[in-house]
């Protein structure tokens, strides 16, 4: 989104606020970040109305090992669909797994994994609604450093072994 | 005496970045007891051990590894 490109005159001066005139009535003034350097602070982009910023995030959701697959899928579309229209999310399902130690009375979780590209300020948003819904016994999101793939779930037959042995 | 030549695994392997899911890859840097190895047990550079340190710190928290092991048996 570039408004350089914009067919309206274009009055830059040093700073980076430039005014259009988009109507001989109106004037506009809008935040163009007209220095390539970055701001020392590192706020020059986020604050700009052109550009936004987006990161990448991973998450890591543990479920309760009581929901299935589909309740699953149906509570992640939901939590994905607040981070915006047009995030691309990559989800990959562990399975159920048996965890290292009892939280809550549970020994097993539902993990599921997603990857999104996402602006920064939509994150507490999203972060409040996993954190009210009863069906995740843990999240974490971390900033992700570089694209890592996700290991396959490790022992699903040992998770299964004690699914039946409660039973 | 022959000097015991001491590489970082991490390096070795080519890894660029230590994944906190991998739980198995972490558990080889853990004590019976589940503590962190420090570098000087595990060869480790110091920025594989920072970064291995707070991958086995992340996989704590996602219960994939434990905080005390064989606590409670």
Redesign the interface.
């Known amino acids: 989104m570039s408004l350089t490109s914009h067919a309206f005159p274009l009055l830059t001066s040093h700073g980076n606020v430039s005014l259009l005139t988009s109507h001989p009535s109106r004037y506009l003034c809008v935040y163009i970040p007209t220095c390539s350097r970055p701001h020392p602070a590192g706020a020059a982009q986020t604050k700009g109305e052109v550009s936004i910023v987006t990161r990448r995030y991973e998450v890591?959701y543990?479920f309760n090992s009581a929901l299935e697959e589909p309740a699953v899928s149906e509570k992640l579309t939901r939590f994905h669909a607040l981070l915006g229209p047009d995030v691309q999310v990559t989800v990959s399902h562990w399975g159920k797994r048996t965890?290292?130690?009892?939280?809550k009375r549970h020994d097993t979780?539902y993990f599921a994994?997603a990857q999104f590209e996402a602006p920064p300020a939509v994150l507490p948003e999203f972060e409040r609604a996993v954190k009210l819904d009863e069906g995740v016994l843990?999240f974490?999101v971390?900033h992700a450093?570089?694209v890592?793939p996700?290991?396959a779930p490790?022992e699903p037959a040992v998770a299964a072994a004690a699914e039946e042995e409660e039973e | 005496m022959r000097a015991r030549s001491k590489t970082c695994p991490v390096c070795e392997a080519g890894v660029?970045?230590v994944?906190?899911?991998?739980?198995?890859t972490l558990g080889r840097f853990l004590t019976d007891r589940g503590k962190i190895l420090p570098s000087r047990l595990s060869g480790m550079c110091a920025r594989h051990q920072r970064q291995v340190s707070t991958a086995i710190k992340?996989a704590r928290?996602?219960?994939?590894?434990?905080?005390i092991k064989g606590?409670?048996q």
Do not use: E, S
């Not at chain 2, 994944?19 to 198995?24: F, G, L, M």
């Not at chain 2, 928290?61 to 905080?67: A, D, R």
């Open positions: 890591v543990i965890l290292t130690y009892r939280m979780g994994v843990r974490l971390v450093q570089a890592t996700a290991p490790a | 660029r970045v994944d906190y899911k991998d739980d198995r992340r928290q996602l219960m994939l590894l434990p905080y606590y409670g």
